[in-house]
């Protein structure tokens, strides 16, 4: 079945003025990136191009519109980007018509059963973008929401969204986890254990993963179960996530670093935490990290090793870390800040060096 890319302009393709109306050449910009990234896109995948667009009555005189519409056009197809169908709603708001966005009156052809548009895309600037995508039935990347450029609209389409849940459940703890590996670091966790939400949540925010754990355990017994399944459930689910790792960087390491400092380096108060790791398929773990206190806040110190051992083994990742400093709660925050950072350097993708990253051919 045929896929389709439904594009919206002003905003999405060409910079939208202040005024909303781009009446001249001197209001005339490309949204950056979008050139190369269509371009990418039309070459390298089956999708249609449908643009779609609001231009109430036109916006201004009609002989101010199509000059820099023609520019638009002919600057794409002299860099191999055509559109299939362009469909232009000239009502206003308070016309209430159906073939305004989010309307789909325009969308008729599209909407007979011949395209797949469960795996077709709406890629725009605004909520009734989303809006049209959820009225057509298929997904949405919406710029300054679910996505921030057009490098990274063209990785998802072309490498896939980088999602995955998982569902543990056993005597002792029922877990349910899942993530996108390309959000933006929003998180919902409840673990039981407020201490080790706050370090989870570190990683969510500081690695842009959005992030959702929810943890049954049983803490009348006490925290083992509970962090340990934690740390295997969130590895899991993050290598089922990465899939096959193409064009993945697959270290994270301080681009800065010297002999002493071997890992992702980060500074916190009197502390210094280093984290380095592959997720090269082989699990390890390196700890130099000790502490003197027997809690921190409602988690036994003595879990934080064993946390990241499951973390690791479920990955299948070699994870280095190291610490040192006098206070705790500092000591292990900067840990989880670091790994964060290093999760976000290894599983960055390249999309122009689409290979795994082995000499080995397997990962």
């Not at 009502?91 to 018509?97: E, G, V």
């Not at 002792?172 to 986890?177: A, K, L, S, V």
């Amino acid at each position: 079945m045929k896929q389709a890319l439904f594009i919206d302009r002003d905003g999405t393709i060409l910079v939208e003025p202040a005024d909303e109306q781009i009446d001249s050449f001197e209001k005339f910009q490309f949204v950056p990136g979008v050139i190369r990234n269509l371009n990418f896109i039309r070459t390298k995948l089956d999708f249609e191009f449908v643009m779609v667009s609001n231009q109430d009555g036109l916006g201004y005189p009609e002989e101010d519109f199509w000059p820099t519409h023609h520019l638009m056009l002919n600057t794409l197809k002299g860099e191999g980007v055509t559109f299939d169908e362009i469909l232009i709603d000239r009502s206003f708001p308070a016309d209430n018509l159906p073939t305004r966005k989010p309307g789909t009156g325009m969308l008729g052809k599209y909407m007979t059963g011949e395209y797949d548009l469960v795996n077709s895309y709406v890629i725009g600037d605004r909520e009734t973008d989303k809006q049209l995508a959820q009225n057509l039935g298929c997904k949405y990347l919406i710029l300054g929401d679910n996505v921030q450029s057009w490098d990274e609209i063209t990785e998802i389409l072309f490498a896939g969204e980088r999602t995955a849940s998982v569902r543990r459940t056993t005597k002792e703890t029922d877990i349910d986890i899942s993530l996108n590996l390309d959000g933006t670091g929003e998180c919902d966790i409840n673990t039981g254990l407020g201490f080790f939400d706050h370090m989870l949540e570190q990683i969510g925010k500081h690695g842009s993963i959005d992030l959702r754990i929810h943890v049954k355990g049983d803490l009348n017994v006490d925290e083992h179960h509970t962090i340990e399944d934690t740390g295997i459930a969130l590895g899991e689910c993050i290598a089922k996530a990465l899939g096959d790792k193409r064009g993945i960087e697959r270290y994270g390491f301080d681009l800065n670093g010297t002999a002493d400092t071997y890992g992702y380096t980060l500074p916190m108060d009197d502390c210094l935490c280093q984290v380095a790791l592959d997720f090269g398929g082989r699990a390890w773990l390196v700890w130099d990290a000790e502490f003197k206190r027997e809690r921190v806040g409602d988690m036994p110190t003595e879990m934080f090793l064993h946390f990241f051992k499951s973390f690791s083994d479920a990955a299948r990742m070699n994870l280095n870390i190291k610490a040192e400093g006098e206070n705790e709660h500092h000591k292990i925050e900067g840990i989880f800040k670091a790994l964060a950072r290093s999760i976000k350097m290894a599983v960055k993708r390249d999309i122009y060096k689409f290979q795994l990253p082995s000499s080995k051919g397997v990962l």
